[in-house]
């Protein structure tokens, strides 16, 4: 009989240690999944971001393909604005100007004085 009971000893030594091996491993998960979820907002804040500019990428790309005529919000700009000549040739336009109203006035006066 006391054969028995030393085996059922050892049987009930390896249910023990087999129920501490699960014990343990189940706190080493209980471990994990608390790290994982403490880092889970960093991660979802960062997977918004990302959604975040590939949506505006994805504006950005589209924009002309819907409006080519579209601007960037920020910037004020007015509508059909011409480039500022350089002051040399706004000098040669009003020269030019001059001299043709001075030619129109002679052949005014050329008419004028043959009649």
């Known amino acids: 009989m006391a054969r ?3 085996s059922r000893g050892s ?5 023990e240690q087999s129920l501490e091996k699960q014990r ?7 471990v994990e999944l608390e790290r994982r979820l403490k880092q889970l907002p960093i991660v979802i804040e960062k997977q918004q971001e990302k959604q975040r500019q590939l949506k505006r990428h994805r504006a ?10 579209i601007r960037p919000l920020g910037r004020r700009s007015r509508k059909g604005t011409q480039k500022r000549l350089p002051s040399s040739q706004i000098y040669a336009a ?21 009649s």
């Open 4 to 6: 028995q009971n030393g």
């Open 11 to 15: 049987r009930l030594n390896a249910e």
């Open 24 to 30: 343990s491993e189940i706190l080493r998960k209980q």
């Open 60 to 69: 950005v790309v589209a924009a002309p393909a819907i409006s080519p005529d």
């Open 94 to 114: 009003q020269v030019k100007t001059l001299l043709l109203i001075a030619i129109l006035v002679g052949m005014l006066v050329l008419l004028w004085k043959s």
